[in-house]
């Protein structure tokens, strides 16, 4: 099952904060977060993995809650160029680490 | 680092004709993957190779879909009598480790008419 991603959309002025989350009704090994603009490839972001173990951008932070099964993006004094779909994908051994990805958050920053 | 690369990047065929795409992975990752992406959604797995091997594949991958990775460098994704349903984009990427991120390439965008 995928996870679930909230909000469905979002629109922002420059500058303005905002947070996606996502969860998953399975224990969580470890959560990916990607952009992805309109025709173009996503690109990674974030990973976090069980343990507190993250690697990403340093203008992005996320937080990954293993007892409650959810992650968040935070995304802080935002830019024009983030605007696009985010996607989170989570992972297990099991599956061989492919991520299986939520339906995404479409972002819109305005001037 | 060059990034993950596909080829071609569109195709357009015709219902019922075999279709091939090609993936080149960044050179010293050892996982590589491929998804399906529809408008709309998400990318979906299909595939994915440790090396040469193939370790997993996903209900999604029907019978007419076959992947290769010979050598472990390079893998291939074949469709064979493409449905109108097979229109997706298909993406690629690679990752060092299980755990590494992956790190997708500009995918090929497949049309049947």
């Known amino acids: 099952q995928q996870p679930v991603q909230s909000p469905q959309a979002v629109i922002l002025r420059e500058g303005e904060d905002a947070v996606i989350n996502c969860s998953s009704s399975?224990?969580?090994?470890?959560v990916h977060w990607y952009r992805q603009k309109h025709g173009e490839a996503p690109v990674f972001l974030m990973i976090?993995?069980?343990?507190?173990e993250q690697k990403g951008h340093e203008k992005i932070s996320a937080s990954f809650n293993e007892k409650k099964q959810q992650s968040s993006l935070y995304l802080t004094a935002s830019q024009l160029s983030y605007s696009g779909t985010y996607f989170c994908?989570?992972?297990?051994?099991?599956?061989?680490?492919?991520?299986?990805f939520g339906k995404g958050t479409s972002l819109l920053v305005t001037p | 680092d060059t990034g993950v690369s596909q080829d071609p990047r569109h195709k357009i065929t015709k219902r019922g004709q075999n279709v091939t795409f090609r993936c080149d992975p960044i050179s010293e990752h050892n996982r590589l993957y491929w998804y399906r992406q529809t408008l709309g959604q998400g990318p979906e797995f299909l595939t994915y190779f440790q090396n040469e091997a193939q370790l997993e594949k996903s209900r999604l991958l029907s019978d007419r879909f076959s992947a290769e990775r010979p050598k472990g460098s390079f893998s291939t994704l074949e469709i064979q009598r493409t449905e109108q349903g097979d229109s997706a984009m298909y993406l690629c990427?690679?990752?060092?480790?299980?755990?590494?991120?992956?790190?997708f390439g500009p995918g090929t965008r497949l049309t049947v008419t």
């Open positions: 399975k224990a969580l090994y470890s």
């Open positions: 976090l993995l069980k343990g507190g």
């Open positions: 990427a690679s990752s060092k480790t299980g755990q590494s991120e992956q790190y």
């Open positions: 994908g989570t992972a297990t051994p099991n599956s061989g680490y492919a991520l299986n």
